[in-house]
């Protein structure tokens, strides 16, 4: 690989193979020509994907992905949906590949790539921190976001080097803890959205001007600033759970039991870990943290813990 580094170009030189050319790939690699790289095979399943791969990357070779090769380029970027990842990785190791491969899931490590690695390959992982709910194609997208990386030397250098060209900004997690990064970033992203979605049934089983729905998403957005600009996140939590109080926090439980009561041990548990992380974080006054450990206890109870924290 000979990479000619200019501020501008920092991929300049780079030759990028992509098998799977859905929303990350695309988005990727698209980044990567912008920052300098050439896209110049791409194997992926449908005819409709390979059109697209084709028309938006511009690349030499498009084919299915069985048939991909790409032993003429610095990079091989596998960027399948999760379930057929190891498949995947089996039929690529069957042909010629780079000399260094990242996939870009979240929940796995390195050792998906097993069978290329096998092959005498360098293999590694580059998870961009964020959603792509479809093709993000425009080089600024990339710009901020936390990738997430682990492999060899090699392949990790590498992944280091395409995160810092897109704007990002490059972070180690090692094999040990790719799971519960994982489930920690499903709890940022889907477990805020479910959170609204619940916000919503509650609207409709009140049967309220569904506007307030939008009330909600407004308020989820202001709250998600705060947490953002605090120094932690904790010290953004407000609400009567956070004050301490709690008559108006039993009769909010009461209420939900006789309208969605499948919804209270979801309440009592957000409830606790809210008052979890506020009682193990700085002093708040005194009273007020009083307030909390006597809430903590009775709410513990309710389901039979009294453990503190
Ligand atoms: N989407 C996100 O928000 C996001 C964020 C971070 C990381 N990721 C990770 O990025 C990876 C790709 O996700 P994505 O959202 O880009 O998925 P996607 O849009 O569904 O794209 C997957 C691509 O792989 C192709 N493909 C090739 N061989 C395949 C096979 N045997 N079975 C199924 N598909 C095959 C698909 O082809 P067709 O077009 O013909 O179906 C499609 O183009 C996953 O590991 C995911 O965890 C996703």
């Known amino acids: 690989m000979n990479l ?115 092959g005498g390959v360098h293999t590694g992982s580059l998870h961009p921190l964020r959603a792509f709910p479809r093709p993000l194609l425009d080089p600024t997208a990339g710009q901020g976001i936390v990738f997430a990386t682990d492999g060899d030397a090699p392949a990790v250098d590498l992944a280091w080097q395409l995160a810092t060209a897109f704007g990002g900004t490059p972070v180690a997690v090692p094999a040990a803890q790719r799971r519960l990064y994982h489930f920690a970033a499903t709890l940022a992203a889907g477990g805020v959205v479910t959170l609204l979605a619940t916000a919503a049934e509650l609207v409709r089983a009140l049967e ?44 909010q439980l009461e209420a939900l039991a006789q309208t969605l009561p499948a919804l209270t041990p979801l309440a009592r548990e957000l409830a606790l870990q809210t008052l979890r992380l506020l009682l193990a974080s700085g002093p708040p006054s005194a009273p007020q943290r009083e307030a909390q450990r006597a809430l903590f206890v009775e709410l513990a109870a309710t389901r039979g813990n009294h453990e503190l924290p």
């Open 4 to 118: 000619t580094r200019t501020a501008s170009r920092p991929l300049r030189g780079l030759r990028l193979a992509l098998a799977g050319a859905g929303r990350v790939g695309l988005s990727l690699v698209a980044w990567a020509q912008a920052a300098g790289g050439r896209a110049v095979a791409v194997g992926t399943r449908s005819e409709a994907s390979r059109q697209r791969a084709a028309q938006v990357l511009g690349a030499e070779r498009v084919t299915p992905l069985e048939e991909l090769t790409s032993a003429d380029t610095d990079l091989l970027l596998v960027a399948v949906g999760d379930p057929v990842l190891d498949a995947v990785a089996v039929t690529l190791a069957l042909r010629a590949q780079a000399p260094i491969v990242l996939h870009v899931a979240g929940s796995r490590d390195a050792s998906a790539l097993a069978p290329l690695a096998a």
């Open 208 to 251: 309220l001007d569904p506007a307030v729905e939008r009330g909600y998403l407004e308020l989820a957005r202001g709250a998600v600033e705060a947490a953002a600009a605090a120094p932690e996140p904790t010290a953004a939590i407000t609400g009567p759970v956070a004050r301490g109080d709690r008559d108006l926090v039993f009769r």
